[in-house]
């Protein structure tokens, strides 16, 4: 009988900040709604308290909490990872073999980019490499580390990723 292997690849970019602004600039990118940024706007997009339309629920789903925090600083992320790498936590579901959840850490390093920096990335070559570097000990349970590379975009700034600017 076949295997099916299972690999979790996490893209690792390091530390994110997204502030207020940012979250009200992606609704106007992907819904084409401009609304006034504030946390109170942001609460009644949630709880579906605006007629947005025929969007509503999707705009409400596309902003729930549970996509819009983040891990502003190296702290905040090395709690998550402490908690998806304990034993806990990654012997939930077992493999056929008897063992638990396997991650793959694609890394990208922020280099070569220009301009204002508005979600914070970690800037430098090895900034993310080193940490999951030492995060993971080269303990093969922790899984392997890989890269992946994003293209520079031709305005050469943080937030455009890899396309001119709209």
């Not at 940024?37 to 729930?64: C, H, Q, Y």
């Not at 993971?136 to 001119?164: C, K, M, R, V």
């Amino acid at each position: 009988m076949g295997h099916v292997y299972i690999v979790h690849c996490i893209d690792t970019e390091g530390p994110l900040f997204e502030g207020l602004e940012a979250n009200f600039n992606r609704l106007k990118n992907i819904y084409g709604i401009d609304i006034e940024p504030s946390e109170e706007n942001l609460k009644a997009i949630r709880n579906k308290e605006l007629d947005l339309g025929d969007v509503t629920d999707a705009v409400a789903n596309t902003f729930d909490i549970s996509r819009t925090v983040f891990n502003e600083d190296w702290e905040q992320l090395e709690a998550m990872l402490d908690n998806i790498t304990s034993k806990g936590f990654s012997e939930k579901l077992m493999d056929s073999s008897g063992n638990g959840w396997k991650y793959n850490w694609f890394c990208l390093d922020h280099v070569g980019f220009t301009g204002e920096n508005p979600r914070r990335r970690d800037i430098g070559d090895h900034k993310v490499f080193d940490f999951y570097k030492k995060y993971t000990h080269n303990d093969e349970s922790l899984g392997s580390i890989q890269w992946h590379y994003h293209p520079l975009p031709i305005s050469g700034h943080f937030h455009n990723g890899g396309a001119p600017p709209l």
